[in-house]
C-alpha cells in the first residue's frame, strides 16, 4: 500500500544534487549579481525574502544589500505546522530566532507584522524549478498559500543544475514571474 509520492522522491533526489554542488559560493555570487540587476529589484520598495539555510542558494548578502539601500525588507514566519506564514519587517540580522525547520525567522517581539505587501518583490525558495517557471517546494505548501492570497512579483532563486524541462504540478503550485540562475534570468 502507499509508497513514496512522486514529489515525496523527486525532494530527496533534488536535495542530494543540490548538496553535492560544487563551488556554490560562487554560484550564489552569480546569482546575487543577476538579482540585483532586475528591473524588479531595483524598483522595489519592498523585498519579501527567504532567508536561506543549508545549501538553498544563499539570500542574507541580498537582504543585507536591500537593508543597506533602504530597502524594506521582511522575512516569513512560520504561524503552524499546517502551511501558514506571514511576513514581519526586518531592520537587522540581529531580530532573527531559529524558528520551524531549523530556519532562522523574525522575532515577532521585535519585528512588526507587515501590512499591506501589494507590489512588493518576493524571493521563493525551491529544490527545484522548471523551464515554465514552476517549483519544487519543500511539501507544506507555506509558500504557494501565501502567493495566492497576496499580489508580489515573484522571483525564483536556483543553481542552473537543478533547471529541469518540466516538474510535476498540482492545482496549487503558483508559476514564479522570474527565475535567476548563475547563467543568468528567465522571465514568465
Same mark, same amino acid.
Given at each position: 500500500m502507499g509508497g513514496v509520492s512522486p514529489?515525496?522522491? %523527486?525532494? *530527496?533526489?533534488?536535495?542530494?544534487? $543540490?548538496?553535492?554542488l560544487p563551488h556554490r559560493e560562487q554560484l550564489d555570487q552569480a546569482i546575487r549579481e543577476a538579482a540585483v540587476l532586475l528591473e524588479a529589484y531595483r524598483q522595489a520598495d519592498q523585498v519579501?525574502?527567504?532567508?536561506?539555510?543549508?545549501?538553498?542558494? =544563499?539570500?542574507?548578502?541580498?537582504l543585507d544589500l536591500a537593508l543597506r539601500e533602504g530597502k524594506k525588507a521582511f522575512a516569513p514566519r512560520c504561524l503552524d505546522g499546517e502551511g501558514s506564514m506571514a511576513f514581519y519587517r526586518v531592520a537587522s540580522q540581529e531580530e532573527l530566532v531559529p524558528g520551524r525547520f531549523g530556519l532562522w525567522e523574525p522575532?515577532?517581539? *521585535?519585528?512588526?507584522?507587515?501590512?499591506? +505587501?501589494?507590489?512588493?518583490?518576493? %524571493?521563493?525558495?525551491?529544490?527545484?524549478? =522548471?523551464?515554465?517557471?514552476? *517549483?519544487?517546494?519543500?511539501?507544506?505548501? @507555506? @509558500?504557494? $498559500?501565501?502567493?495566492?492570497?497576496?499580489? +508580489? $512579483?515573484? +522571483?525564483? %532563486?536556483? @543553481?542552473? =543544475?537543478?533547471? +529541469?524541462? $518540466?516538474?510535476? *504540478?498540482?492545482?496549487? =503550485?503558483?508559476?514564479?514571474?522570474? %527565475?535567476v540562475t548563475e547563467g543568468g534570468v528567465r522571465l514568465f
Open positions: 514529489k515525496a522522491a %523527486l525532494r *530527496r533526489e533534488f536535495l542530494a544534487r $543540490r548538496n553535492a519579501l525574502f527567504y532567508l536561506s539555510g543549508g545549501s538553498e542558494p =544563499d539570500t542574507w548578502a541580498l522575532d515577532p517581539a *521585535r519585528c512588526p507584522l507587515a501590512g499591506d +505587501v501589494t507590489g512588493a518583490l518576493c %524571493l521563493v525558495p525551491g529544490l527545484a524549478f =522548471d523551464r515554465e517557471g514552476f *517549483r519544487l517546494g519543500y511539501g507544506k505548501g @507555506y @509558500y504557494d $498559500r501565501f502567493l495566492a492570497g497576496h499580489s +508580489v $512579483r515573484t +522571483v525564483g %532563486l536556483c @543553481y542552473g =543544475d537543478l533547471l +529541469v524541462p $518540466r516538474l510535476p *504540478r498540482g492545482p496549487y =503550485d503558483r508559476q514564479v514571474s522570474c %527565475l
